[in-house]
């Protein structure tokens, strides 16, 4: 209902008056409008597009909002049969419609009907949403899968964000290194996907993959991608950190390889080998001696490795770390050695042979004018 004051209109509480002077409908303050459906509207106008509905709905939303009665008359809103109780129909429905054609997308993208899904595209739904069962998006479901590849590339062209993220805060491509499906995450690369996503804890790929073990091919391919090395929790374990924790020695290699810092530690001050010699990591120990781990740094205990070793009840890993030797430690010679011994190079000896080619040049020159021969320049 609505007052006159002053020569104007004035809307009561709850009434809100919308651009052009025209009422806006309160859906939360209409009786007969369930209060569930509102959280629903969000999703629902942003998928507008999918379909000849829209056509159908925002007239009638004009329609109903619009004021058409006169002072003192009843709000036709509240009146049974009325156009509020038929937009309310019809949002009702559209809201069912729409998440039936989204559930029906999942159970398409689960199957990999490939053919279905871009047909669903081409006709203008996005596939950036949540499924409300399990929280997850096309594009993460579909990168568990086996034989993903093609399904991948049909929601990227169809608009599908390489960096959406599930409920838990997950991408793609932490979900591919997840359940080590080397396809899904190649192809997520291939398509432009950054190695340095972080899910909502702020770790990267390459930290999960070090955490599920398993096959480290991802583990490689990630960093072969120039996947950051350092990312570390919210307890400062770093990569190398849980490498060491779950004995994953293939991939504290190829960390190692690609310049992870054997000196890094964590909120308790351990580094890699405290690590080891808590949890009785010897293969992971022996690698780590033999890479050059100081075995002398402390943590905020003032403890060493091999003393965290005797505490641990680790003997025999405290035998490793007290009778290694200096003497056998071989440098790895990764990444971050080729890329310094590239630097020297050129630095160092670019200059030496521009410098021998010119002195080359003038002995040839030298020559040829002794012999008579005229020079041309170039």
């Given at each position: 209902?609505?007052?006159?004051?002053?020569?104007?209109?004035?809307?009561?509480?709850?009434?809100?008056?919308?651009?052009?002077?025209?009422?806006?409908?309160d859906?939360?303050?209409?009786?007969?409008?369930?209060?569930?459906?509102?959280?629903?509207?969000?999703?629902?106008?942003?998928?507008?597009?999918?379909?000849?509905?829209?056509?159908?709905?925002?007239?009638?939303?004009?329609?109903?909002?619009?004021?058409?009665?006169?002072?003192?008359?009843?709000?036709?809103?509240?009146?049974?049969?009325?156009?509020?109780?038929?937009?309310?129909?019809?949002?009702?429905s559209?809201v069912?419609?729409?998440?039936?054609?989204?559930?029906?997308?999942m159970?398409?993208?689960?199957?990999?009907?490939?053919?279905?899904?871009?047909?669903?595209?081409?006709?203008?739904?996005?596939?950036?949403?949540?499924?409300?069962?399990?929280?997850?998006?096309?594009?993460?479901?579909s990168?568990?899968?086996?034989?993903?590849?093609?399904?991948?590339k049909?929601?990227?062209?169809?608009?599908?964000?390489?960096?959406?993220?599930?409920?838990?805060?997950?991408?793609?491509?932490?979900?591919?290194?997840?359940?080590?499906?080397?396809?899904?995450?190649?192809?997520?690369?291939d398509?432009?996907?950054?190695?340095?996503?972080?899910?909502?804890?702020?770790?990267?790929?390459?930290?999960?993959?070090?955490?599920?073990?398993?096959?480290?091919?991802?583990?490689?391919?990630?960093?072969?991608?120039?996947?950051?090395?350092?990312?570390?929790?919210?307890?400062?374990?770093?990569?190398?950190?849980?490498?060491?924790?779950?004995?994953?020695?293939?991939?504290?290699?190829?960390?190692?390889f690609?310049?992870?810092?054997?000196?890094?530690?964590?909120?308790?001050?351990?580094?890699?080998?405290?690590?080891?010699?808590?949890?009785?990591?010897?293969?992971?120990?022996?690698?780590?001696?033999?890479?050059?781990?100081?075995?002398?740094?402390?943590?905020?205990?003032s403890?060493?490795?091999?003393?965290?070793?005797?505490?641990?009840?680790?003997?025999?890993?405290?035998?490793?770390?007290?009778?290694?030797?200096?003497?056998?430690?071989?440098?790895?010679?990764?990444?971050?050695f080729?890329?310094?011994?590239?630097?020297?190079?050129?630095?160092?000896?670019?200059?030496?042979?521009?410098?021998?080619?010119?002195?080359?040049?003038?002995?040839?020159?030298r020559?040829?004018?002794?012999?008579?021969?005229?020079?041309?320049?170039?």
């Open positions: 209902m609505r007052g006159r004051e002053g020569g104007r209109m004035v809307h009561k509480a709850g009434e809100a008056a919308g651009p052009g002077g025209k009422q806006s409908l859906l939360q303050r209409k009786p007969g409008v369930p209060a569930a459906l509102t959280p629903h509207l969000g999703p629902v106008w942003r998928q507008c597009g999918l379909g000849p509905l829209r056509d159908l709905v925002l007239p009638q939303i004009r329609r109903a909002t619009a004021p058409r009665w006169e002072e003192g008359a009843p709000d036709p809103h509240l009146q049974p049969g009325g156009q509020g109780e038929l937009l309310t129909g019809l949002l009702s559209w069912l419609w729409l998440q039936a054609n989204l559930k029906k997308f159970d398409y993208v689960q199957t990999l009907n490939v053919e279905k899904v871009s047909r669903l595209l081409e006709k203008g739904l996005d596939p950036n949403f949540h499924d409300p069962d399990t929280g997850e998006c096309p594009l993460t479901m990168a568990q899968l086996e034989f993903c590849a093609e399904m991948i049909a929601l990227k062209n169809g608009g599908a964000h390489l960096d959406f993220r599930t409920r838990e805060g997950m991408t793609a491509l932490h979900k591919a290194v997840r359940c080590r499906n080397h396809t899904a995450l190649r192809t997520l690369l398509l432009g996907a950054s190695t340095d996503y972080k899910d909502s804890r702020g770790l990267t790929p390459l930290y999960h993959s070090v955490m599920v073990g398993g096959d480290p091919y991802c583990c490689e391919l990630l960093l072969h991608d120039y996947a950051k090395v350092g990312c570390f929790d919210e307890n400062g374990w770093q990569e190398i950190h849980q490498a060491c924790r779950y004995g994953h020695v293939q991939h504290l290699e190829h960390l190692l690609y310049g992870a810092d054997m000196k890094a530690q964590n909120a308790s001050g351990n580094t890699a080998l405290h690590v080891c010699a808590l949890y009785n990591q010897e293969s992971c120990a022996r690698v780590l001696l033999f890479r050059g781990a100081s075995k002398e740094i402390r943590n905020y205990n403890q060493t490795a091999f003393q965290v070793a005797i505490i641990a009840g680790n003997f025999e890993l405290a035998e490793i770390i007290k009778t290694h030797k200096e003497s056998d430690v071989v440098q790895a010679q990764g990444l971050g080729c890329q310094s011994v590239g630097w020297l190079a050129l630095v160092f000896f670019l200059p030496l042979a521009g410098a021998h080619a010119r002195r080359a040049g003038w002995e040839e020159t020559r040829l004018h002794l012999e008579g021969t005229p020079v041309v320049s170039a």
